[in-house]
Each structure stands twice: as structure tokens, then as C-alpha cells.
């Protein structure tokens, strides 16, 4: 082909970062990734989404067999949960202490559903007396949505507690773990 440019392969600078991203990637990553890419159709792909899930409910310490990965940021995991658990109507509280929390209530919004915010500082952590009292105002609520650790401030809310008090109410839990999964203790089961 005549209009194919022949460039060659750069060798980038070996840089310490340092900053909150990109990261540095450990060699062994590296080398993964100059393996050869097979399709979702191969059968081999079925044994390493197999080992994928595995290790995400080793990261998430869950025995929950439903574990997967999505392929996206974590908006789109976010997005993910609330497509696949809200309806049109259906009540959901979502704790507001930062960019994230605002970003679920805004996704539950745009599905249409009743959102009602619990709103702290940001900087602050989830003020469970504020979730219990929004749980106890409105009995019909469907799912509850916090950060874990607000990634645009660094708040590491209560997962357990605030959790707790969601199925005390019989609530599903949308918890944004972004920040905090692998950095801070918590045990999803």
C-alpha cells in the first residue's frame, strides 16, 4: 500500500509517577499485555472471564457467583447497576458528599427515577443518621447509592453501617468503591 506510512516502534521514557493517574504499571502487566488478543467468542476467553471473575470476587471478598467485569470507567459500572435496577418511578436515596455522589444521583435521575439526596460536606463523610432518617421518611424506597470513599475528596463514609441500615429497610446498596476497593477494608458478604 502506498499511503501506509512504515514508523517505528518509539521507546518512551521510564518515569516514577506519582500522581493520582496514569500509574505505574508493574512489568508483569506490561508483558500480559504484549500477549496476543483473542475474541469473546474464543473458547479460551471463556476460562480467563472465568479467572477474571474469580480474582474480582477475591478483590470484593464476595462469594457471589454473579461477579463480572465491566469494560468502562467506573461511571460505567455505576450506570450499569442503576439500568439493570431501577425503574421509571422507583425510589432510590443517594447520599450527595461530593462529584460521584452527584454524578448517581444524577444517572437516577435521567432514568427517571424518584431521587431522593442526603447532602453532607464535601470532605465529610455519609452521616448515617441522615440515611436513616430519609429510609424512615419514605418506606418505599428501592435501592440506596453512596461513595464509599468520595473520590473527589477522599471521605471514606461507613460502607458497613450505612449498608446495614439499607437492609434494615430492605433496600439494595449501590456503593461506589472506585477510591476505596484494595485501600480500605471492605467486606461486601
Given at each position: 500500500?502506498?499511503?501506509?506510512?512504515?514508523?517505528?516502534?518509539?521507546?518512551?521514557?521510564?518515569?516514577?509517577?506519582?500522581?493520582p493517574?496514569?500509574?505505574?504499571?508493574?512489568?508483569?502487566?506490561?508483558?500480559a499485555?504484549?500477549?496476543?488478543?483473542?475474541?469473546?467468542?474464543?473458547?479460551?476467553f471463556?476460562?480467563?472471564?472465568?479467572?477474571?471473575?474469580?480474582?474480582?470476587?477475591?478483590?470484593?471478598?464476595?462469594?457471589?457467583?454473579?461477579?463480572?467485569?465491566?469494560?468502562g470507567?467506573?461511571s460505567?459500572?455505576?450506570?450499569?447497576?442503576?439500568?439493570?435496577?431501577?425503574?421509571?418511578g422507583?425510589?432510590?436515596?443517594?447520599a450527595?458528599?461530593?462529584?460521584?455522589?452527584?454524578?448517581?444521583?444524577?444517572?437516577?435521575?435521567?432514568?427517571?427515577?424518584?431521587?431522593?439526596?442526603?447532602?453532607?460536606?464535601?470532605?465529610?463523610?455519609?452521616?448515617?443518621?441522615?440515611?436513616e432518617?430519609?429510609?424512615?421518611?419514605?418506606?418505599?424506597?428501592?435501592?440506596?447509592?453512596?461513595?464509599?470513599?468520595?473520590?473527589?475528596?477522599?471521605?471514606?463514609?461507613?460502607?458497613?453501617?450505612?449498608?446495614?441500615?439499607?437492609?434494615?429497610?430492605?433496600?439494595?446498596v449501590?456503593?461506589?468503591?472506585?477510591?476505596?476497593?484494595?485501600?480500605?477494608?471492605?467486606?461486601?458478604?
Open positions: 500500500m502506498e499511503n501506509v506510512i512504515d514508523l517505528p516502534v518509539r521507546t518512551l521514557p521510564v518515569r516514577t509517577l506519582l500522581g493517574g496514569p500509574s505505574e504499571i508493574d512489568p508483569r502487566v506490561l508483558q499485555l504484549a500477549q496476543p488478543a483473542i475474541g469473546h467468542m474464543d473458547p479460551a471463556v476460562g480467563l472471564m472465568d479467572e477474571v471473575k474469580d480474582l474480582l470476587r477475591y478483590a470484593f471478598q464476595t462469594s457471589n457467583r454473579l461477579s463480572f467485569p465491566v469494560s470507567p467506573g460505567a459500572g455505576m450506570e450499569t447497576c442503576f439500568i439493570n435496577l431501577l425503574e421509571s422507583d425510589k432510590i436515596v443517594v450527595r458528599n461530593g462529584v460521584f455522589g452527584q454524578r448517581m444521583a444524577d444517572m437516577a435521575s435521567r432514568l427517571g427515577a424518584q431521587v431522593i439526596t442526603i447532602d453532607d460536606e464535601w470532605g465529610q463523610p455519609v452521616d448515617p443518621g441522615k440515611l432518617d430519609a429510609l424512615t421518611a419514605n418506606p418505599d424506597t428501592k435501592v440506596v447509592a453512596f461513595v464509599h470513599a468520595e473520590t473527589s475528596t477522599g471521605a471514606l463514609s461507613d460502607a458497613r453501617v450505612l449498608a446495614d441500615i439499607a437492609r434494615r429497610h430492605g433496600c439494595l449501590v456503593a461506589d468503591t472506585v477510591t476505596s476497593l484494595a485501600g480500605s477494608p471492605l467486606y461486601i458478604d
